[in-house]
């Protein structure tokens, strides 16, 4: 695990997080956008914190990288069922 895959991990799977929610207010305009917007918002907030971690990595790197993976998809999967939350509505 280096940090050049750890960075394209981040940037594609924000980025499709991201693609989704608004690919959801497009196709649905009748829907209450502005919950969207605010999940819209903490998946940049976790993109750019974790793109700031990343650059400086504490302690075994190996090891710091996989923790941060792993966060990424913890956060990743609580912000998708925000997401299905809001749409089920």
């Known amino acids: 695990m280096n940090l050049r895959v750890v960075k ?3 940037e ?3 980025g499709e997080f991201i693609d989704d929610c608004t690919l959801f207010v497009a196709l649905n305009p009748h829907k209450d956008s502005e919950e969207i ?6 998946a940049v907030d976790l ?3 974790l793109k700031a971690r990343s650059n400086h990595p504490e ?3 190996k090891a710091y990288y996989n923790s941060l993976r792993k966060e990424m ?3 990743i999967d609580a912000l998708c069922e ?8």
């Open 73 to 75: 998809f913890e956060k």
């Open 8 to 10: 394209k991990d981040i």
């Open 59 to 61: 302690g075994n790197k």
């Open 82 to 89: 925000k997401l299905s939350a809001a749409v089920s509505k």
């Open 47 to 49: 993109y750019n914190d």
């Open 12 to 14: 594609y799977f924000v």
């Open 37 to 42: 917007s605010g999940i819209i918002d903490e």
